[in-house]
């Protein structure tokens, strides 16, 4: 009788400079999970990165990669264009994915790799790591305990230079499917959506350029419409002088704000105002330590393979996240949760 594994064989699909600095050292700092393969466009490039942090296994071949019997489950971290063939040479031989956000370019390729990797039994889950911070899980706890009262209004922003990216495709609609919106206005969303447990019913956006088919735009504002009624907005860009996000969340009873709120592996500060008599506010600060997000994870990740439940992020919320910003993209509308 074979002794159950107790760690998850990870291959990386698009082995580029933020999966070596952030995705390969979060697998391996993983106690149930570890890192056996990679893959980049070059076997020769590939073979050099494996070589210098000791993989096992390189490809240039995302196929052969994933047909490997070492390899129980992969993470793409490739270019958005990427994510979906990618995605469904996985399931097709069995191997669960963690894709990162976005999960495709558009809500018919999302669809079709949730049908696929439901169809082979295969576990899919969307890289949002932000539903793994403490500081996120703290305010949606304050908030469905009415600690602040009834939400009316939130707000998260999210720009950084994106000159300093190594990604020369950011702006390249055929590669990206949209900027800012689909690159970091998708945490804003995702991280709305999981601290209000609401759904967006409208959206309208300002784009700056306007995208064409080939450019994406490069600073865009959303207005968001929840059921419950609170109003949201997003402000995201990639022309700014610096890195900044913030998320505030305001209830008739009181306010909830975080700066910083995307960043892990350090100690962040939560802001509660509370109502007073309307002219003086009770302020409350509260220090929360977060931890590697990507560890947290990949952990995660792993622990539902191996205990076979259900995962933490499964693909139903990278498509809901891909309805709302795929009619962002067009200046807004009503969204579809059929």
Same mark, same amino acid.
């Given at each position: 009788?074979?002794?159950?594994?107790?760690t998850? =064989?990870? @291959?990386? $699909? %698009?082995?580029g !400079?933020? *999966?070596?600095?952030?995705?390969?050292?979060?697998? &391996?700092? #993983?106690?149930?999970?570890?890192?056996?393969?990679?893959?980049?466009?070059?076997?020769?490039?590939?073979?050099?990165?494996?070589?210098?942090?000791?993989?096992?296994?390189?490809?240039?071949?995302?196929?052969?990669?994933?047909?490997?019997?070492?390899?129980?489950?992969?993470?793409?971290?490739?270019?958005?264009?990427?994510?979906?063939k990618?995605?469904?040479?996985?399931?097709?031989v069995?191997?669960?994915?963690?894709?990162?956000k976005?999960?495709?370019?558009?809500?018919?390729?999302?669809?079709?790799?949730?049908?696929?990797?439901?169809?082979?039994?295969v576990?899919?889950?969307?890289?949002?790591?932000?539903?793994?911070s403490?500081?996120?899980?703290?305010?949606?706890e304050?908030? =469905?305990? @009415?600690? $602040? %009262?009834r939400? !009316?209004? *939130?707000?998260?922003?999210?720009?950084?230079?994106? &000159?300093? #990216?190594?990604?020369?495709w950011?702006?390249?609609?055929?590669?990206?499917?949209?900027?800012?919106?689909?690159?970091?206005?998708?945490?804003?969303?995702?991280?709305?959506?999981?601290?209000?447990?609401?759904?967006?019913?409208?959206?309208?956006?300002?784009?700056?350029?306007?995208?064409?088919?080939?450019t994406?735009e490069?600073?865009?504002?959303l207005?968001?419409?929840?059921?419950?009624?609170?109003?949201?907005?997003?402000?995201?860009?990639?022309?700014?002088?610096m890195?900044?996000?913030?998320?505030?969340?305001?209830?008739?009873?009181?306010?909830l704000?975080?700066?910083?709120?995307?960043?892990g592996?350090?100690?962040l500060?939560?802001?509660?105002?509370?109502?007073?008599?309307g002219?003086?506010?009770?302020?409350?600060?509260?220090?929360?330590?977060?931890?590697?997000?990507?560890?947290?994870?990949?952990? #995660?990740?792993?622990?539902?393979?191996?205990?076979?439940?259900?995962?933490?992020?499964?693909?139903?919320?990278?498509?809901?996240?891909q309805?709302?910003?795929?009619?962002?993209?067009?200046?807004?509308g009503?969204?579809?949760?059929?």
């Open positions: 009788m074979s002794t159950p594994r107790t998850v =064989r990870y @291959g990386i $699909i %698009g082995f !400079s933020f *999966a070596e600095r952030a995705i390969a050292p979060a697998i &391996r700092a #993983s106690a149930n999970s570890e890192l056996v393969a990679i893959q980049k466009r070059s076997r020769s490039a590939a073979r050099e990165k494996a070589s210098s942090h000791s993989i096992p296994l390189a490809f240039d071949s995302v196929d052969e990669l994933v047909k490997h019997p070492d390899v129980d489950a992969v993470f793409i971290v490739s270019a958005n264009s990427a994510h979906y990618e995605t469904l040479a996985a399931a097709r069995g191997k669960h994915v963690l894709v990162e976005p999960m495709a370019m558009n809500v018919r390729e999302v669809e079709d790799v949730i049908e696929a990797c439901s169809r082979t039994k576990k899919l889950m969307v890289g949002h790591m932000l539903r793994f403490p500081l996120v899980r703290r305010m949606q304050m908030i =469905r305990s @009415g600690g $602040i %009262g939400i !009316s209004l *939130a707000r998260a922003e999210y720009i950084y230079d994106a &000159r300093l #990216s190594r990604r020369s950011l702006t390249d609609r055929t590669i990206a499917g949209g900027g800012p919106i689909y690159d970091v206005g998708i945490h804003c969303l995702d991280t709305l959506r999981f601290v209000l447990d609401d759904e967006v019913i409208s959206v309208k956006s300002h784009l700056n350029p306007g995208p064409t088919g080939t994406t490069k600073t865009a504002s207005s968001l419409e929840f059921s419950r009624g609170t109003v949201a907005s997003i402000l995201c860009s990639f022309e700014a002088p890195r900044r996000s913030h998320i505030e969340i305001v209830g008739t009873e009181g306010i704000s975080a700066p910083d709120f995307t960043l592996d350090r100690t500060m939560l802001e509660k105002s509370m109502r007073t008599d002219t003086t506010v009770d302020l409350h600060r509260e220090e929360i330590d977060v931890p590697n997000l990507y560890v947290e994870e990949v952990t #995660s990740f792993s622990s539902s393979i191996l205990s076979d439940t259900d995962v933490a992020v499964p693909g139903s919320v990278g498509l809901m996240n309805r709302v910003l795929e009619i962002a993209l067009t200046g807004g009503v969204i579809s949760h059929s």
